[in-house]
């Protein structure tokens, strides 16, 4: 599946199999081609290139009407000038659908995402969360081969959004849908999907499990994506045994067993998450800092600690520690992630 | 104690939106009572007093007696509701492909403000030149063969009803642009992926949500068209079937030097529109009134 705008590319080749009932996220930064991949799949985007198939069946030359995908838009788009009730039964209404079952199913979906009480409400009158649950209950309600929801809970609290994250994760499990989840938050991926698709300037970076993914990023750009926010210009200083290599950066020296394809180049990425740092005077990767910056975070600390004169490391403990004392850190070799640099 | 009352009554104007701003109104507001709210009252007045004294409403009576005057009626609203029906009819679905499809519509803007700032007058003249038996329509229709007879376009109904739809048309064009412009592209997407095809999106979604739109871009038409005179003057057949309410009251001033009975004709003129306005509005409330730009985030 390609997307191009005049010379821009948007999403090329996004190759992906879905199986029934999986619930699939598309994860990337804004600008990466993700809307785009979803836009593509609803029929509102034409490809440039590639093709959708469903089973058997090619859909991308389809118009989107026909396509019996429900989407959910990340700015709801219920109808304004509909009851919460007839925006859900719109759907059912253009296929011509017996009133009495309408009215059976509408009811089910008005159950599944607790609005019975709000059925003859106007859209501006619910608060976001539940425009949310009209927009979802709206597109299952056509009970459609594939859900496509856009970003549904960008413009949510961050309470909300917790919430609503058990809710569309239950929704999935209790109807069977094949999802596909577009996100720029790493943790609700990580929290929702079944596989995540990574992507970056319009091109796949990963596919994978969650674990597989947040663990075991395949370059530099996924892992600082997933959260590695020590990501350090290094070079390989020295091969070590079978299987592990040392990389430097001034005086800074780390082993690694965690490099891929590459320990054979020079310049190199090294991708550090903060919680794999430790504050421990024995292990391995032993490393001297001081505490630049400390950063109070609730359930720990978060702190800026200088190894060296230009190389300052993010650490996440729960140990209270102050601003200016030294302290030692660790780092298991297997947690030092070498990719080769991509700015080449 | 005293601070605190002239604070909480200062207070009290904030909140209902009393402040030193509000004296910017005072020159719009002179320009509406000078110009709009005395002439009117005096009007209403004046209709009430014939020059020949023949009693309270005897303007009124005199006019709905007269065959030829409550004809003046008639002839009006044959003109400005099919002009207004042709305006806003052709303006929509054009308004609602250039929104959709168009992603520049500054030339088309463009295009369409020149016949609005030109005037009724010169577009009267215009067409003048362009419709009259030996203009350039119908010289070219007849060298082609299309047609032997000059079509005569000129001095009766259609000339008025053509001029209207020209200056009218560009007017009621861009009012429905902006209503169709402020519809948020996502709910038709939403409304075609629910399985509705582009004319049920129209049907359901697009339509009533213009719906407001469409009854004030109607009735600024009606208007227009209502108190037409120029084009009805110069392209129409102003004693004859053109003789609309406004060429009737200014005969009243320049050929009897009635301002009175004039005052009475423009007054009935202001009833039939508030008529036709007000049942236009009562029509619209029936339907969705509120914001068209999708729920809030």
């Known amino acids: 599946m390609s997307r191009t705008y005049d010379k821009s590319v948007a999403l090329s080749g996004l190759t992906l199999e879905i199986p029934k009932g999986e619930f699939v996220a598309l994860l990337g930064p804004s600008g990466c081609g993700k809307s785009t991949a979803l836009n593509c799949l609803a029929g509102l985007i034409p490809l440039t290139a590639g093709s959708i198939h469903l089973d058997d069946r090619r859909i991308d030359t389809i118009p989107p009407e026909k396509r019996e995908f429900g989407m959910v838009f990340q700015n709801y788009a219920l109808f304004p000038h509909l009851t919460i009730r007839e925006n859900i039964s719109f759907g059912l209404k253009i296929k011509k659908i017996e009133k009495k079952e309408i009215l059976n199913r509408v009811n089910k979906a008005l159950e599944l995402v607790q609005l019975r009480e709000h059925a003859e409400k106007s859209p501006h009158e619910l608060s976001g969360g539940q425009q949310q649950r009209v927009a979802i209950a709206r597109a299952i309600v056509i009970e459609p081969e594939v859900v496509l929801m856009d970003e549904p809970l960008s413009n949510l609290d961050a309470k909300l959004r917790i919430e609503m994250r058990g809710e569309i994760k239950k929704l999935h499990k209790e109807l069977g849908l094949t999802t596909i989840y577009v996100t720029h938050d790493q943790e609700e991926a990580l929290s929702m999907a079944d596989r995540l698709v990574v992507l970056h300037s319009g091109k796949v970076q990963q596919i994978g499990t969650p674990q597989e993914v ?96 230009n190389t300052n490391l993010i650490v996440r403990t729960v140990t209270a520690t102050q601003v200016g004392s030294n302290i030692s850190l660790s780092v298991p070799a297997n947690r030092v992630l070498v990719f080769p640099d991509n700015n080449d | 104690m005293a601070l605190e009352t002239k604070h909480s009554l200062k207070h009290y104007f904030a909140d209902r939106g009393v402040d030193r701003v509000l004296v910017l109104i005072i ?54 509701l099919p002009v207004s029906i042709i305006n806003i009819s052709a303006a929509l679905p054009v308004a609602v492909y250039v929104r959709k499809y168009v992603k520049r519509t500054r030339p088309i803007n463009t295009l369409l403000v020149i016949p609005m700032s030109l005037g009724t007058v010169l577009i009267a003249e215009g067409l003048y030149a362009y419709l009259n038996p030996s203009g350039w329509l119908n010289q070219t229709l007849m060298d082609v063969g299309i047609i032997s007879q000059p079509l005569r376009l000129l001095q009766n109904f259609w000339g008025v009803i053509i001029s209207l739809v020209i200056s009218g048309f560009p007017f009621a064009f861009l009012l429905m642009l902006s209503y169709a412009s402020s519809i948020n592209p996502s709910l038709e997407l939403a409304a075609s992926t629910l399985g509705a095809n582009s004319r049920q999106v129209f049907r359901f979604i697009t339509f009533p949500l213009l719906a407001p739109g469409l009854a004030i871009t109607f009735c600024l038409n009606f208007v227009l068209a209502f108190s037409v005179f120029p084009s009805a003057e110069l392209l129409g057949n102003p004693s004859g079937d053109s003789h609309v309410l406004a060429i009737a009251a200014a005969d009243a001033v320049t050929q009897k030097f009635d301002y009175s009975m004039a005052s009475t004709i423009s007054i009935i003129s202001a009833f039939f529109e508030l008529f036709v306005i007000a049942s236009v509005f009562l029509l619209r409330s029936k339907l969705y009134s509120g914001s068209t730009a999708g729920t809030k985030g």
């Open chain 1, 214 to 309: 947040y663990l075991n990023p395949t370059n530099s750009f996924v892992a600082d994506f997933m959260g590695y926010r020590n990501l350090l210009s290094m070079e390989v200083s020295k091969q070590l045994n079978s299987g592990s290599i040392e990389v430097s950066l001034a005086s800074l020296k780390l082993v690694s067993t965690n490099f891929g394809s590459a320990n054979n180049l020079k310049k190199v990425k090294v991708a550090i998450r903060p919680d794999n740092l430790e504050l421990s005077t024995s292990g391995e990767n032993l490393i001297q800092g001081r505490v630049i910056a400390a950063e109070y975070q609730g359930r720990e600390y978060a702190l800026e600690v200088e190894v060296d004169s």
């Open chain 2, 27 to 80: 020159p719009a507001l002179t320009m509406m009572l000078v110009f709009f709210v005395y002439p009117s009252i005096y009007g209403i007045f004046l209709s009430f007093h014939p020059i020949n004294h023949s009693g309270f409403l005897g303007n009124y009576k005199s006019f709905f007696h007269d065959t030829y005057m409550r004809r003046t009626i008639f002839n009006t609203f044959r003109i400005a």
